[in-house]
Protein backbone atom coordinates (compact mmCIF):
# COMPACT_ATOMS: atom_id res chain seq x y z
CA UNK A 1 0.00 0.00 0.00
CA UNK A 2 1.71 3.27 -1.39
CA UNK A 3 0.91 6.59 1.31
CA UNK A 4 1.72 9.70 0.59
CA UNK A 5 2.88 12.87 3.20
CA UNK A 6 3.10 16.46 2.02
CA UNK A 7 4.76 18.65 3.19
CA UNK A 8 6.50 22.60 2.62
CA UNK A 9 3.22 24.70 2.49
CA UNK A 10 2.54 27.97 4.04
CA UNK A 11 1.93 31.27 3.47
CA UNK A 12 3.72 33.25 1.53
CA UNK A 13 3.15 37.21 -0.36
CA UNK A 14 2.99 37.38 -3.97
CA UNK A 15 6.00 37.08 -5.78
CA UNK A 16 7.53 34.51 -3.42
CA UNK A 17 9.14 30.79 -3.23
CA UNK A 18 8.08 27.60 -1.81
CA UNK A 19 8.85 23.97 -2.27
CA UNK A 20 6.32 20.91 -1.51
CA UNK A 21 7.42 18.10 -0.64
CA UNK A 22 6.04 14.44 -1.03
CA UNK A 23 7.37 11.41 0.57
CA UNK A 24 6.38 8.23 -0.27
CA UNK A 25 6.64 4.59 1.26
CA UNK A 26 5.12 1.19 0.55
CA UNK A 27 6.20 1.01 -3.12
CA UNK A 28 6.05 -1.87 -4.49
CA UNK A 29 6.17 -1.34 -8.41
CA UNK A 30 9.13 -0.21 -10.39
CA UNK A 31 7.63 2.95 -12.05
CA UNK A 32 5.33 5.42 -10.82
CA UNK A 33 3.06 8.30 -12.76
CA UNK A 34 3.24 10.73 -9.86
CA UNK A 35 1.64 14.08 -10.21
CA UNK A 36 0.95 17.33 -8.20
CA UNK A 37 -2.97 18.81 -7.62
CA UNK A 38 -4.58 21.72 -6.22
CA UNK A 39 -7.98 22.35 -5.17
CA UNK A 40 -9.26 25.82 -4.26
CA UNK A 41 -12.41 26.67 -2.83
CA UNK A 42 -15.31 26.06 -4.89
CA UNK A 43 -13.31 24.98 -7.67
CA UNK A 44 -12.14 21.39 -9.07
CA UNK A 45 -9.38 19.58 -8.49
CA UNK A 46 -6.58 20.40 -11.12
CA UNK A 47 -3.04 18.71 -12.10
CA UNK A 48 -0.90 21.17 -12.01
CA UNK A 49 2.31 19.01 -12.51
CA UNK A 50 3.36 15.34 -13.43
CA UNK A 51 6.75 13.49 -13.66
CA UNK A 52 7.33 9.55 -14.94
CA UNK A 53 9.55 7.93 -12.23
CA UNK A 54 11.81 6.27 -14.86
CA UNK A 55 12.08 9.52 -17.07
CA UNK A 56 12.18 12.63 -17.81
CA UNK A 57 8.75 13.27 -19.00
CA UNK A 58 7.41 16.07 -17.92
CA UNK A 59 3.99 17.75 -17.92
CA UNK A 60 2.42 21.10 -16.58
CA UNK A 61 -0.74 22.90 -16.38
CA UNK A 62 -0.16 26.44 -18.53
CA UNK A 63 -1.50 28.39 -15.57
CA UNK A 64 1.98 27.37 -13.62
CA UNK A 65 4.45 26.70 -16.89
CA UNK A 66 7.40 28.37 -16.59
CA UNK A 67 6.89 28.93 -12.78
CA UNK A 68 6.74 25.73 -11.19
CA UNK A 69 9.03 22.79 -11.75
CA UNK A 70 8.34 18.98 -10.92
CA UNK A 71 10.85 16.80 -9.87
CA UNK A 72 11.84 13.91 -7.81
CA UNK A 73 14.26 12.00 -6.05
CA UNK A 74 13.92 8.06 -6.86
CA UNK A 75 16.36 7.27 -4.06
CA UNK A 76 14.96 9.10 -1.04
CA UNK A 77 11.13 8.15 -2.52
CA UNK A 78 10.46 12.14 -2.74
CA UNK A 79 8.43 14.25 -5.47
CA UNK A 80 8.76 17.97 -5.20
CA UNK A 81 7.21 20.98 -6.71
CA UNK A 82 9.20 24.20 -6.87
CA UNK A 83 6.75 27.15 -6.57
CA UNK A 84 7.99 30.74 -8.00
CA UNK A 85 6.42 33.58 -8.55
CA UNK A 86 3.73 32.55 -6.63
CA UNK A 87 0.37 34.50 -7.39
CA UNK A 88 -2.92 34.91 -5.34
CA UNK A 89 -4.62 32.37 -7.73
CA UNK A 90 -1.82 29.76 -6.66
CA UNK A 91 -3.74 29.31 -3.09
CA UNK A 92 -5.19 26.23 -2.41
CA UNK A 93 -4.59 22.86 -1.08
CA UNK A 94 -2.39 20.88 -2.81
CA UNK A 95 -2.22 16.98 -3.28
CA UNK A 96 0.69 14.55 -4.26
CA UNK A 97 -1.35 11.58 -6.28
CA UNK A 98 0.17 8.56 -7.76
CA UNK A 99 -0.41 5.54 -9.86
CA UNK A 100 1.85 2.46 -10.52
CA UNK A 101 2.51 2.44 -14.65
CA UNK A 102 4.65 1.61 -16.91
CA UNK A 103 5.02 4.12 -20.10
CA UNK A 104 6.57 3.03 -23.30
CA UNK A 105 8.00 5.58 -26.05
CA UNK A 106 8.04 8.52 -23.82
CA UNK A 107 4.59 8.79 -22.79
CA UNK A 108 3.47 11.43 -20.58
CA UNK A 109 1.77 11.21 -17.32
CA UNK A 110 -1.86 12.23 -17.52
CA UNK A 111 -3.06 15.34 -15.40
CA UNK A 112 -6.29 13.53 -15.21
CA UNK A 113 -7.09 13.41 -11.42
CA UNK A 114 -9.20 10.19 -12.34
CA UNK A 115 -6.21 8.51 -13.26
CA UNK A 116 -4.18 8.29 -9.57
CA UNK A 117 -5.00 5.45 -7.38
CA UNK A 118 -2.80 7.00 -4.03
CA UNK A 119 -3.33 9.92 -2.45
CA UNK A 120 -1.82 12.28 -0.02
CA UNK A 121 -3.69 14.57 2.82
CA UNK A 122 -2.73 17.31 1.43
CA UNK A 123 -0.87 20.92 2.21
CA UNK A 124 -2.27 24.27 2.52
CA UNK A 125 -0.60 27.09 0.49
CA UNK A 126 -1.94 30.28 0.77
CA UNK A 127 -0.53 33.59 -0.98
CA UNK A 128 -1.68 37.07 -0.40
CA UNK A 129 -1.44 40.35 -2.47
Known amino acids: QVQLVESGGGSVQAGGSLRLSCAAS????????MGWFRQAPGKEREGVAT????????YYADSVEGRFTISRDNAKNTLYLQMNSLKPGDTAMYYCAAKPVILLGGGMCSANQGYYGYWGQGTQVTVSS
Open 26 to 33: GYTYASYC
Open 51 to 58: IYTRAAST
